[in-house]
């Protein structure tokens, strides 16, 4: 599975931005975001099953964030609201065959990341 992740940016706090990440290969069988920040280790943030479309978020985005999918063109987004100066971050897309995880060694597969910055 080959992942591109795009749509990172630098955005004012309490605004918005999307991700995007298109996916090729093999059939996933769940899709995730990861973020880490400088001096900080990788974070789960969501994940959704591409069977059903079931997602799991970190507490820390529940209400903000969400994570979708678009079977016909396999690709993964996040929108993003109400981002604060904590959201500052490099995101990546990552896959796996399994269920979700929040474990990202559990991940197979990785897209190169995209810079979130958010100014406060």
């Known amino acids: 599975v080959q992942l591109q992740a795009s749509g990172g940016g630098l955005v004012q706090a309490g605004e918005s931005l999307k991700l995007s990440c298109a996916a090729s290969?093999?059939?996933?069988?769940?899709a995730a975001w990861f973020r880490q920040a400088p001096g900080k280790a990788r974070e789960f943030v969501a994940a959704i099953r591409w069977s059903d479309g079931s997602t799991a978020y970190v507490d820390s985005v529940k209400g903000r964030f969400t994570i979708s999918r678009d079977n016909a063109k396999n690709m993964v987004y996040l929108q993003m609201n109400s981002l604060n100066a904590e959201d500052t971050a490099v995101y990546y897309c990552?896959?796996?065959?399994?269920?979700?995880?929040?474990?990202?060694?559990?991940?197979?597969?990785w897209g190169q990341g995209t810079q979130v910055t958010v100014s406060s």
């Open positions: 990552a896959a796996r065959k399994g269920v979700a995880l929040r474990d990202h060694s559990r991940y197979e597969y």
């Open positions: 290969g093999r059939t996933i069988g769940t």
